[in-house]
């Protein structure tokens, strides 16, 4: 079956310190893959996404994520955590063989708390 | 350029009853995609509309459907409501069936 870990629950880190929020996939191909970011109360905001290309993609607010193929991980990071990056993460892959190729499949969401 | 918006931002039912959420696409867009988002949980794909068909759906069971007007615009309709049908329902909308989704704010369904 399709499907995206997002192993932590919860990553903690100190404000200025880099951050990565983990993210592991098991769909076949080469899938589309994305982070978004959801505040409380929001609708899901996209942060960046990687079809093809150079392994290390560059988003909004001074994300990235670097795909790794062997591992199939999409992992995001930050070099400096800002408090206001505190939110809920969410990584997500579009299929792009066989049925229901237009679809996201979604992670569990990895809740971010930067501390001051 | 008006974001996708949805409509109404809250909403509460009884079991069996039926509700309709409505989603407007992002000006340019003509496909929409419907996901629930259960407590704790990532969306999960329902549906997706594009020139006014339904063209690919998750596994949920037939009490979801769908609609899509000629301005793109769209409806999620669920039947028999139950408990477990409480979600933030939120809707995406794209230039095409394959391309980016932008979501709108959500709609929170409560079913008590």
């Known amino acids: 079956a399709q499907s995206v870990a997002q192993p932590e629950d919860q990553v903690n880190v100190a404000e200025g310190n880099p951050l990565t929020v983990k993210c592991t996939y098991s769909?076949?191909?080469?899938?589309?893959l994305f982070w978004y970011v959801q505040y409380p109360n929001r609708g899901l905001q996209f942060l960046l996404k990687?079809?093809?290309?150079?392994?290390l993609v560059k988003g909004s607010y001074g994300f990235e994520a670097e795909f790794n193929k062997s591992q199939t991980s999409f992992h995001l990071k930050k070099p400096s955590a800002l408090v206001s990056d505190s939110a809920l993460y969410f990584c997500?892959?579009?299929?792009?063989?066989?049925?229901?190729?237009?679809?996201?499949?979604f992670g569990t969401g990895t809740l971010l708390a930067v501390q001051p | 350029d008006a974001g996708v918006t949805q409509s109404p931002t809250h909403l509460i039912k009884t079991r069996g009853q039926q509700v309709t959420l409505r989603c407007s696409p992002k000006?340019?867009?003509?496909?929409v995609s419907w996901y629930q988002q259960a407590l704790g949980q990532g969306p999960q794909f329902i549906f997706q509309?594009?020139?006014?068909?339904?063209?690919q759906r998750g596994n949920f069971p037939d009490r979801f459907s769908g609609h899509q007007f000629p301005n793109y615009s769209s409806e999620l309709n669920v039947n028999a409501l139950l408990l477990g049908d409480s979600a933030l329902y939120l809707c995406?909308?794209?230039?095409?069936?394959?391309?980016?989704?932008?979501f709108g704010p959500g709609t929170r369904l409560t079913v008590t």
């Open positions: 995406a909308s794209s230039q095409g069936p394959g391309f980016e989704q932008y």
């Open positions: 769909v076949s191909g080469n899938p589309y």
């Open positions: 990687y079809i093809t290309g150079d392994n």
């Open positions: 997500a892959v579009r299929p792009t063989y066989g049925g229901a190729t237009n679809k996201l499949i």
């Open positions: 000006s340019g867009h003509d496909t």
């Open positions: 509309y594009y020139e006014e068909e339904e063209r």
